[in-house]
């Protein structure tokens, strides 16, 4: 559970967020009216105090947390993609949203955050991605141009400098992490009852769906069918939603998990304190632990993913089924994918 709760309060016709830190009680106006998409901003001001909080980088000034009034037909970048980064805020899930705030963190010590965005030239976009790989990998900065061409796109701007911007990153292709064996998964599954058996149905879900795990940690009993045969998923990341097919197996974990008295608004899964499971405190607490213990190479939590659509394939389910199971493109399927497909016999042509 986070530290840091801000509070977003309508005094009159303004916005104030109130929040305590380190014991002292602040009553904050950000310059914001209380109007519809002032609230969205409102919103991302509040989850980005939150998270400054939590993470010890809260500025004490406030001067970071402050909006600049401009003029409609004058806004800069930064403000746009201010505006861009609150309308997302609901839409993608917070492990993206921390590439917004970084974003928004560049753009403010950046002179083109300040330059009205519907004057920025393709070589504005040149100069500023080559600045951004001097400091970093070219797969991160073609990420956060991708994102500016995306605001360009929500703002419908009569031109968008980012698209061409992006042919000048050449990402070289990594070696993609390999899918943990089945003798792998066994011994992970066991550890855990062994040692922490709170998190076995949580361990034991991940690898049998291969939902994000962005997406688990916010399933709640409303998600599970009554028979414990589909889960129903909204995915924050696509907007998209989808039922995938829950195997016996799972099933009967998933019956023996369910409290009787549980309401269809709980979460599925909980930490031991019956909050929601943070994933990097997971991660740091008993993923790597087991893993160690184990003699595993290290992969992140979200491996689960990729073995899972690994084993489906192996296992024959068509490309287009798993597709609609891990709510992928299938274009992204077959490409990530294309050597676990097995290719058919080709007919002689004469």
């Not at 010590?109 to 504005?124: A, F, M």
């Not at 990420?143 to 042919?167: F, R």
């Not at 405190?281 to 939590?301: A, D, G």
């Amino acid at each position: 559970m986070a530290r840091g709760k801000v509070t977003v309060e309508r005094i009159k016709d303004t916005i104030r967020l109130r929040f305590r830190v380190d014991g002292k009680q602040h009553a904050f106006y950000p310059g914001l009216g209380y109007t519809s998409d002032n609230l969205l901003r409102a919103e991302l001001l509040k989850r980005q105090i939150e998270t400054d909080i939590d993470t010890g980088e809260f500025d004490k000034t406030l001067k970071r947390y402050k909006v600049e009034k401009v003029k409609d037909n004058n806004k800069s970048l930064l403000t746009v993609f201010e505006a861009f980064t609150a309308y997302k805020t609901k839409r993608v899930e917070r492990g993206t949203l921390y590439k917004y705030w970084a974003l928004i963190n560049i753009l403010k010590n950046s002179k083109l955050g300040n330059k009205c965005y519907l004057s920025i030239t393709e070589e504005d976009a040149e100069k500023f991605v080559l600045s951004l790989l001097e400091n970093a990998e070219a797969i991160t900065v073609k990420d956060k141009v991708c994102i500016l061409g995306a605001c360009y796109k929500w703002l419908k701007a009569p031109a968008n400098p980012w698209i061409e911007a992006q042919n000048l990153i050449k990402v070289t292709p990594k070696q993609p992490r390999e899918a943990f064996s089945k003798h792998e998964v066994n011994m992970i599954i066991s550890e855990f009852e062994d040692w922490y058996p709170h998190y076995l149905p949580f361990v034991q879900f991940a690898f049998q769906t291969g939902v994000r795990s962005g997406e688990q940690v916010n399933l709640t009993w409303s998600n599970i069918s009554s028979d414990f045969k589909t889960c129903w998923i909204l995915s924050t990341k696509t907007n998209r939603a989808r039922r995938i097919p829950i195997p016996e197996n799972l099933s009967d974990v998933l019956k023996t998990l369910k409290p009787v008295d549980a309401k269809p608004t709980d979460l599925v899964f909980k930490t031991f304190e019956g909050h929601k499971v943070n994933l990097n405190n997971f991660n740091n607490r008993y993923w790597k632990v087991v893993l160690e213990t184990c003699s595993i190479e290290y992969r992140p939590f979200y491996c689960t993913r990729h073995t899972a659509a690994t084993r489906f394939l192996e296992s024959g389910v068509s490309p287009v089924a798993v597709a609609q199971i891990l709510g992928h493109d299938i274009k992204v399927l077959m490409k990530n994918y294309a050597n676990l497909i097995d290719c058919p016999e080709l007919p002689a042509m004469f």
